[in-house]
Structure formats: C-alpha cells, structure tokens
C-alpha cells in the first residue's frame, strides 16, 4: 500500500533542485522550494519561469499548463516554512554527508512523523543519512539527473531498512511525473554514478594525457555510441565539483584506480572551473 502524495518540498535551489521543483509542479502537485541563498531562490523561480516560457515557445506546453505550475509552486526562506505539512521533502544540496544528516533531522522534526524524506545525493549512502532520523523507514534516494524536466530517468535508492510503503509512494511519484523509475540497492555510487563517473573520468585522463581534443572525445561517444551528449560536455553540466566529490567518495568507498580523481580535475577545480555554471569547464560556456 502506497502514501498519498500531495505537498512536496525541495530543499536546495541549485540546478538540480529548481528542476525537481519545476517538474513537480507541472505535474500537479503542491511545491514549496527553499535555500539557505536567498539569492538562489530567486535566482531558482527565474529559471523555472524561463524554462516553462521555453517550453511554450517550442510547442510543448499551453500558457494554462504554465501558469497552472508557477501557482503551484513558492518559494520560501526558511526550512520549517517549506517542509510544514510536506507530504514528501526532497533534498538536494551539497554532497556532504554530515550536512545532508543534519537536515535530514530538521526536516524530520518539522515535516512531521509521516512525511517521507527523499535524497537526491548521487553518492551518498542513503542508510548513513537515515541514521540520523527517528523513521529511517520513510527514507530514500531519488537520484534525479539534468536537466530535470528533460531526463527521464529517476533512480531510486532503498537501504536496508526503507519501507515498501515509501518506495511504493516513490515509485507512484515518478510515474506522475511522466519518468520512469530503476530501483537500486543502496551502495556506494548506486548504478548510474559508479558506471558515469567511471567514463567521465576517463575522459578526463584522457584528455590530459593528450589522446583528443575535448570536441573529439565527446563526439566518440554521441556518434560511436549514441551517447545524448559527451562525458567531458556532461560534466560541465553536472559541475566538476561535483564530479570530483563524487570520485572522492567513491575512491574512499570501492577502492580501485578507476576512481582515482585525474590531476587535471583537481585543478580545474582549484582554479574555479566548474562548467556551465561558472562559465568555464572542459568548454567555454561565455562564447
């Protein structure tokens, strides 16, 4: 037996979360986003009203599916406002487990007993953050990835003590939002990180190393593979901080020189490269 789900909170207002928010809202139901940067959420509802203009502009959405979305959808500044009566709270904030606990915690006291808590951490064990929890039974990863309202794909993550009413509610939840589900066993990089992380890093080397140019190796993959898009380019998507927090954790966790972060990562990093989001990665988003 399932949970209906109303009200979902997004907590986080970065790339993933005004994504998760937008295709919640679109999808009927109530949604409230929050951010410790104020400055984010507005930044977040900005996006979410581009998109969904975008959307109109390209045929694929009415004005009334549009403008039905962003009444659905506000954006408050506190966490104890946003997860109030939540049905379900989404988090999707830094990859820090410590952070991620300590908030998976508040969200518990505040939301309620029988709200279920959600992660969509792409490396983090889930079991870790129930630990912090009095109802590590309503606790799960759902794994989305970008752009939210483009991909179809929801990963669903289940630890030992998750309940089948959560991942049956869950699983119901990314029906509704016209995605579809794989549901995975909670361990170290799930499926999709540990098998993506292993080709972006590759890429990675393999541009230090001198083999191609970034353009070359993606195009390997989109033509060669049918790839959507190459590992170097998605990386500049996701954010190299991102990928190379992902590698650590997974280096740490499963061993194994696959894992091993490249130098060339590292630096990009220290030198703020990100990708898109600070105009400059493996490519140069400004041009």
């Not at 928010?21 to 986003?33: F, K, M, P, R």
């Not at 993550?157 to 939002?177: D, F, K, P, Q, Y």
């Amino acid at each position: 037996m399932s949970q209906s789900i109303n009200k979902v909170a997004v907590i986080g207002a970065g790339t993933m979360g005004h994504g998760i928010a937008q295709v919640s809202a679109l999808a009927g139901y109530e949604v409230t986003i929050t951010d410790l940067d104020d400055s984010a959420i507005q930044l977040a509802m900005e996006k979410v009203r581009k998109n969904l203009d975008g959307g109109i502009a390209r045929g694929k959405l009415t004005e009334e599916a549009r403008d039905g979305a962003l009444a659905r959808l506000s954006a408050v500044d506190d966490l104890e406002s946003a997860v109030q009566d939540a049905d379900l709270c989404i988090e999707a904030i830094v990859e820090n487990k410590e952070i991620k606990q300590k908030l998976f915690a508040d969200m518990e006291l505040w939301a309620g007993g029988s709200a279920i808590l959600a992660s969509n951490t792409s490396s983090v064990p889930i079991g870790m953050i129930a630990e912090a929890t009095a109802h590590p039974e309503r606790v799960i990863g759902m794994h989305f990835f970008n752009p939210v309202h483009i991909m179809k794909l929801v990963e669903l993550v289940v630890h030992e003590g998750t309940s089948e009413e959560t991942r049956l509610s869950v699983i119901g939840m990314v029906e509704a939002l016209g995605k579809e589900s794989i549901v995975v066993k909670d361990s170290p990089g799930f499926a999709t990180s540990r098998l993506g992380v292993v080709l972006g890093l590759e890429a990675i080397r393999m541009l230090e190393q001198g083999v191609a140019s970034a353009e070359d190796i993606d195009k390997a993959m989109a033509l060669g593979y049918k790839h959507p898009m190459g590992p170097l380019r998605l990386t500049d998507l996701v954010g190299l901080d991102v990928r190379l927090a992902i590698a650590k954790t997974l280096s740490e966790e499963l061993g194994g020189d696959q894992y091993e972060p490249p130098a060339l990562l590292s630096e990009k990093v220290a030198r703020g490269e990100l990708g898109r989001k600070s105009g400059r990665g493996f490519y140069d988003w400004n041009e």
